[in-house]
């Protein structure tokens, strides 16, 4: 049997087991590690969009709103310019949930 059934390990120590007998070189990334790379990236990203953004000489920003399946108000937005090689270039700068008014009050 593959999955040990015992109670008193955690879930995560069991997938964890799981894993390492598939792949013998998996190794599990920190919590901790995770969220510095992901803090990093988006420094980067940034620093990045900053850059191209400053080296264009124009932009535009729209804002979205939208509903999702469930019923949730959406907000985004996006920034679009043409860089140095004359692509268009589009980046959402802000996404976030809306708490709009609807038509019931």
Not at 9 to 19: E, G, Q, R, S, Y
Not at 23 to 35: H, L, Y
Not at 78 to 91: E, G, Q, R, S
Request: contains cysteine; charged residues 20%.
């Amino acid at each position: 049997m593959i999955f040990d059934q015992s109670v008193l390990l955690p879930f995560i120590k069991t997938f964890w087991n799981f894993i390492s007998l598939l792949c013998n070189k998996w190794n599990p990334i920190a919590r901790k590690t995770i969220m510095r790379m992901q803090k990093q990236a988006i420094i980067e990203i940034n620093a990045n969009l900053k850059t191209s953004l400053n080296s264009s000489r124009l932009f535009s920003l729209t804002v979205d709103i939208w509903t999702d399946r469930r019923l949730r108000s959406l907000l985004s937005l996006t920034a679009h310019f043409i860089d140095n090689n004359l692509d268009f270039k589009t980046h959402v700068s802000k996404f976030k949930q809306a708490f709009l008014t609807t038509g019931h009050n």
